[in-house]
């Protein structure tokens, strides 16, 4: 099983908003609803900002959300603060009951 | 709240058998509320699932690293464990232990991660 495809780079400046792409096949991403969305900081444990597609954990800031389409996930963050600067993965389960991840994107906030 | 944490060897050598402890506080491990797993990290690049267990034993693997790996449970002691055969240096990454719901499909809680490097 392959990772799931991901920029492995966006910018943006504060206040703006960015997306992040995940692209997998029908045999994850478009299979399930079972994607979701880490951000991960330097030197710290990924932590999940998205679950089920579009729910956010109690604590996430509204400014997160997400979307699918077909095989296609995606990630916006609006108002982009300082604090958003971190590496982001997305992750599907698949039909062989197991989980894939993105190869990451580095949000940079310019 | 459920406390992750990994303990285990940081330096293994080629070939030899990588083993790793997650010790859970704040839950039981018999609970059939959640799964146990297994994510990895190579220094500077992404994340890869290991693989995960429930307390029942059913277990999910990598098919990339299905021959190697081994996850089970230690229900006296309320940790779960890795075990990971005839590695290399490309096994070199930080270790997290992982969480999930039975049911959902994210990973809510994680250990703060270990580093393990494959050197002779």
């Known amino acids: 099983q392959s990772a799931l495809t991901q920029p492995a780079s966006v910018s943006g400046s504060p206040g703006q908003s960015i997306t992040i792409s995940c692209t997998g096949t029908s045999s994850d991403v478009g299979g399930y609803n079972y994607v979701s969305w880490y951000q991960q900081h330097p030197g710290k444990a990924p932590k999940v900002m998205i679950y089920?597609?579009?729910n956010r954990p109690s604590g996430v800031s509204s400014r997160f959300s997400g979307s699918k389409s077909g095989n296609t996930a995606s990630l916006t963050i609006s108002g982009l603060q300082a604090e958003d600067e971190a590496d982001y993965y997305c992750?599907?389960?698949?039909?062989?009951?197991?989980?894939?991840f993105g190869g990451g994107t580095k949000l940079t906030v310019l | 709240q459920l406390q992750l944490q990994e303990s285990g060897p940081g330096l293994v050598k080629p070939s030899e058998t990588l083993s790793l402890t997650c010790t859970v506080s704040g839950g039981s491990i018999s609970s059939s509320s959640y799964f146990w797993g297994w994510i990895r990290q190579p220094p500077g690049e992404g994340l890869e699932w290991i693989g995960i267990i429930h307390y029942n034993g059913n277990t999910y693997y990598n098919p990339s690293l299905k021959s190697r790996v081994t996850i089970s449970v230690d229900t006296s002691k309320n940790q779960f464990s890795l075990k990971l055969s005839s590695v290399t240096a490309a096994d070199t990454a930080v270790y997290y232990c992982v969480t999930k719901k039975s049911g959902s499909g994210w990973y809510d809680y994680w250990g703060q991660g270990t580093l393990v490097t494959v050197s002779s």
């Open positions: 992750s599907s389960h698949t039909s062989s009951s197991t989980w894939l």
């Open positions: 089920d597609v579009s």
